[in-house]
């Protein structure tokens, strides 16, 4: 018998939506359940594996019914079995309850949530760090992680009251790069205490920035850049803990760009100047 077989043989099948454990997985949709069981959903088979290869634990493995039999599928059975591990197998009732949606992925894993502490982010030379000072917006959050991890920076510091980088709308616009990228998490007074000791340059985003941002050196130092809330921009205390405020150029009437728009901007004049890497597309 297979490896495979054996994690088969350990499937429990569910279809009923008043089942414990899909209760439970159902609720991680609500912050304050996700927080009382450390845990959140990611949906699609690649995403699940990513994750795996990662080195990200794996809790709850569902999968449809119409997955039986599928060699990847199996797969991630015996890996999430191995690592200690539930796996269900569920009617498309029941997997369209956990995600909330009418055509959901076949797999969903369930994963314990992991912060890098604050403490731990030493950044070396070459290295980029993103803060994001109260972001409110799951999609932003998300797309700034993607494009994080596109770009090759080394993660994102989240900064006072943010929206949750768990979310299933943050994980989802992440599209998978939730697993590849560091989040750490910080109160604006912690995050002003660390900063003292950042080896490199500071550098805010800010409508009334004094330096375009075109015009900056980055290479040869870490770089950490701090971008301002979606609705009220950087506080004046953040600001001033910024070696240089940088601004967009804008033509037009728009009085601001998109805060993931303006990370992604900055990010790759960053990259093109300071982050030499090899071009994976
Ligand atoms: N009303 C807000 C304000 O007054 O700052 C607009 C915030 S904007 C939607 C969100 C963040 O994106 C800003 O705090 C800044 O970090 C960045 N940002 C957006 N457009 C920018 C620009 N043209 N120049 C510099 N930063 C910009």
């Known amino acids: 018998m297979t490896g495979n077989q054996r994690a088969v043989g350990r499937v429990k099948e569910v279809t009923s939506l008043s089942n414990p454990l899909v209760k439970e997985i159902k609720a991680l949709a609500l912050k304050k359940f996700r927080d009382q069981?450390?845990?959140?959903m990611a949906e699609g088979l690649k995403?699940?594996?990513?994750?795996?290869?990662l080195g990200w634990q794996i809790r709850t493995l569902v999968f449809a019914k119409a997955g039986r039999g599928n060699t990847a599928v199996e797969k991630v059975a015996a890996r999430?079995?191995?690592?200690?591990?539930?796996?269900?197998?569920?009617?498309?009732?029941v997997l369209c309850a956990i995600t909330r949606r009418d055509n959901p992925q076949m797999v969903v894993g369930v994963f314990s949530q992991q912060y890098l502490p604050l403490k731990d982010v030493r950044p070396g030379e070459g290295d980029v760090w993103v803060a994001l000072d109260r972001v409110r917006d799951p999609g932003n959050l998300g797309t700034v992680i993607r494009t994080v991890d596109a770009v090759g920076a080394r993660g994102v510091i989240l900064v006072g009251d943010t929206t949750d980088p768990f979310s299933v709308e943050t994980v989802r616009a992440t599209m998978g790069s939730i697993?590849?990228?560091?989040?750490a998490k910080a109160s604006a007074e912690a995050f002003l205490v660390w900063r003292r000791n950042f080896p490199g340059l500071v550098v805010g985003?800010?409508?009334?920035?004094?330096?375009?941002?075109?015009?900056v050196d980055f290479a040869g130092r870490p770089v950490l850049l701090l971008m301002g809330n979606e609705q009220q921009g950087l506080p004046d205390e953040?600001?001033?803990?910024?070696?240089r405020l940088l601004r967009i150029p804008q033509a037009g009437r728009a009085d601001s760009l998109n805060l993931a728009v303006a990370t992604g901007v900055m990010l790759y004049e960053i990259r093109r100047k300071a982050l030499k890497l090899e071009d994976r597309t």
């Not at 953040?238 to 070696?243: I, K, M, R, V």
């Open 37 to 40: 069981q450390n845990a959140f």
């Open 47 to 53: 995403l699940v594996i990513d994750a795996l290869d």
């Open 80 to 93: 999430t079995v191995a690592a200690g591990g539930t796996v269900l197998e569920v009617s498309e009732k």
């Open 179 to 183: 697993f590849a990228v560091p989040v």
């Open 205 to 215: 985003t800010h409508l009334k920035g004094a330096v375009d941002y075109r015009t």
């Open 238 to 243: 953040l600001a001033a803990s910024c070696d």
